[in-house]
């Protein structure tokens, strides 16, 4: 189950956003959830994913939470995220913040890009 963010502070237009986090299952792997079993579980599956990851259900969505969020995400190197890197600056430039953050960020991020193996990269430009 991914989770998504689609909501903020103005009504229109919306950011959206997304996180590689899923649920997990009782032995710590990701978890499998059919139609079925989405159908006929969804009230236990979003009690177990509100316990696994709170920053989901809460109340007010604040772009510094999301920014601490994503570069949690990023410092715990779960795979390459040049989505939730792309997102962060997205985020940081709608929510006005500082170009200068904004720049240091863009130059954080390719310095860790610049770090991945060809094939990622290649991977990246292939898709875009």
């Known amino acids: 189950m991914l989770l ?7 009504v229109f237009p919306a950011i959206s956003l997304s996180s590689p986090l899923y649920l997990k299952g009782k032995k710590g792997a990701n978890d499998s959830i059919s139609m ?3 159908k006929s579980e969804f009230p236990q599956l979003v009690s177990e994913f509100e316990k696994q990851v709170p920053l ?22 779960i795979g390459y995220l040049i989505h939730v890197m792309t997102e962060i600056i997205l985020l940081l430039f709608w929510c006005h913040h500082d170009q200068a953050i904004i720049d240091q ?7 860790i890009i610049q770090q991945w193996s060809d094939a990622a990269t290649k991977q990246f430009k292939m898709s875009c």
Do not use: C, G, P
Not at 61 to 74: A, E, G, K, P, V
């Open 56 to 77: 989901a259900f809460v109340k007010e969505l604040h772009d510094l939470i999301l920014d601490q969020f994503y570069q949690h995400l990023i410092a715990i190197d």
């Open 105 to 111: 960020r863009i130059n954080k991020y390719k310095s």
């Open 4 to 10: 998504f963010f689609i909501r903020m502070m103005t």
């Open 36 to 38: 079925l079993r989405h």
